[in-house]
């Protein structure tokens, strides 16, 4: 007897180890899934945009940028905030129909955040006609840094891996940014211009979700969703 606790002791410790290690997440049916909404909102007083001198090819780029970093809405709703589910399993991750685009455009990465499946192939275009570079910085995946001038109207860039956030430079146009986001499962979410976002097919429990922004950091919140039910939250981020 008292082996067999002893045993089963270790064996719990042994899968808590490999669970620490893989942490895996596995592929179920999902057939009583749950939903979560909400929306993201900044907290405080409303910072004055932060504005950015073009330095080269106004005539495409334009004299004056506003910085992406923090990108407030009506009713002070926080876009371009990566939302993760910490999901172990569930719903299989789907190939995307279409391969992501990732467009230069008037010297600005769009969209500003791209989040996508792991595994997809990236279209990178150029829109602008004029010389960019793009350079991801990743730690996971290979980084990539290549020319495009306007001759070469598309780069295929493949991300394997999760992960997130690989930022993305211009060489040519050092205020040009953005970040890509490799997600290995379906519970992630980028929200909209009014801070809004919605992920569905949950399955029933408990989870931690993980709100990113780049310029406000890291907030984790709990969540519960019911099988067939809505959980709508109202969530904030930013400021004092
Ligand atoms: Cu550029």
């Known amino acids: 007897m008292r082996m067999n606790l002893v045993a089963s002791?270790?064996?719990?410790?042994?899968?808590?180890?490999?669970?620490?290690?893989?942490?895996?997440?596995?592929?179920?049916a999902v057939a009583d899934g749950g939903t979560l909404s909400g929306t993201v909102k900044y907290e405080g007083t409303l910072p004055p945009?932060?504005?950015?001198?073009?330095?080269?090819?106004?005539?495409?780029?334009?004299?004056?940028?506003?910085?992406?970093?923090?990108?407030?809405?009506?009713?002070?709703?926080?876009?371009?905030?990566?939302?993760?589910?910490?999901?172990?399993?569930?719903?299989?991750?789907?190939?995307?129909?279409?391969?992501?685009?990732?467009d230069q455009k008037t010297c600005e990465f769009r969209p500003h955040i791209l989040a996508f499946p792991a595994g997809s192939t990236i279209d990178v275009t150029n829109s602008d006609g004029i010389l960019h570079n793009i350079h991801t910085t990743s730690t996971v995946n290979p980084s990539s840094n290549q020319a495009q001038p306007k001759f070469k109207p598309k780069i295929q860039i493949k991300v394997e891996k999760p992960e997130w956030p690989i930022s993305v430079k211009c060489d040519v146009h050092g205020w040009m940014s953005g970040y890509w986001v490799s997600q290995e499962h379906p519970y992630f979410a980028v929200t909209d211009a009014t801070g809004s976002f919605k992920i569905t097919d949950l399955p029933p429990g408990d989870y931690k979700v993980e709100l990113w922004q780049e310029k406000l950091g890291k907030k984790t919140m709990p969540v519960t969703i019911k099988a067939k039910d809505e959980t709508k939250v109202a969530w904030t981020m930013g400021g004092k």
């Open 49 to 102: 945009p932060t504005k950015i001198e073009v330095t080269k090819d106004p005539e495409v780029c334009g004299k004056e940028k506003t910085a992406p970093n923090l990108v407030i809405g009506q009713g002070n709703g926080l876009a371009n905030v990566v939302v993760a589910v910490q999901a172990t399993k569930g719903k299989k991750m789907e190939p995307p129909a279409q391969n992501p685009g990732f």
């Open 9 to 28: 002791a270790l064996a719990v410790v042994a899968s808590a180890c490999l669970a620490g290690r893989a942490a895996a997440y596995e592929a179920v």
